[in-house]
């Protein structure tokens, strides 16, 4: 069975940085493209960016909004893929998600996805 | 960007009912779309991709169409597990953009 456990979430004063980890049980993460998605309260989900597999190098792509204040990489030997935040402003305040890239049956979706941990970014 | 607006915004039925979500893009962007159901406290699941193709496990009653600028999700006969709210994703161009949801009401 699949699983992509998230942690690293809890609360930051505007400004602060945080680093959010994703480890994946029932998959290897080398084949894998992951993606980040957060959802912020009242408002919809937000694509933040992906790390592609080691057969592209691990290369990403971030979401242009974010300014580069958010970088995505990976640690093999873990199995992780992390996200890590700096300047935090209070508008990030949301529940992020990792989630796999499958691209089977010539489709691209997000399949797989962990629970979400929640950063508050707060004065 | 590529721009999604779903409608409509809110959306109250019955259970039994038949349902469909619009989703437009600003620009072209072929068969490149899917389809997001979540709870809330809960992940988004996946039930269309590529427009139309039905994820597996999702039920049969969701189905999908279109392409270019212009996507519908229907629902055949409401559920009640059905109401949650609906996004709609476009894979074709980063940045990967979503529609602002739909949310699914009890009537």
């Known amino acids: 069975e699949v699983q992509l456990v998230e942690s690293g979430g809890g609360s930051v004063q505007p400004g602060g940085s945080l680093r959010l980890s994703c480890a994946a049980f029932g998959l290897s993460l080398t084949d894998e493209h992951m993606d980040w998605v957060r959802r912020v309260p009242g408002k919809g989900l937000e694509w933040i960016g992906r790390s592609r597999n080691k057969i592209s190098s691990y290369t990403t792509e971030d979401a242009p909004s974010l300014k580069g204040r958010f970088t995505i990489s990976r640690d093999e030997s873990k199995n992780s893929v992390y996200l890590q935040m700096n300047s935090l402003k209070i508008e990030d305040t949301a529940v992020y998600y990792c989630?796999?890239?499958?691209?089977?049956?010539?489709?691209?979706?997000?399949?797989?996805w962990g629970q979400g941990t929640l950063v508050t970014v707060s004065s | 960007d590529i721009q999604l607006t779903q409608s409509p915004s809110f959306l109250s039925a019955s259970v039994g009912d038949r349902v469909t979500i619009t989703c437009r893009a600003n620009q072209g962007i072929s068969t490149y779309l899917a389809w997001y159901q979540q709870k809330p406290g809960k992940a988004p699941k996946v039930l269309i991709y590529?427009?139309?193709i039905l994820e597996n496990g999702a039920p049969s009653r969701f189905s999908g169409s279109g392409s270019g600028t212009e996507f519908t999700l229907t629902i055949s006969s409401l559920q009640p597990e059905d109401f949650a709210t609906y996004y709609c994703?476009?894979?074709?161009?980063?940045?990967?953009?979503f529609g602002q949801g739909t949310r699914l009401e009890v009537k």
């Open positions: 590529t427009a139309s």
């Open positions: 994703q476009q894979v074709h161009a980063y940045p990967i953009t």
């Open positions: 989630a796999r890239v499958s691209l089977e049956a010539g489709g691209q979706r997000n399949d797989y």
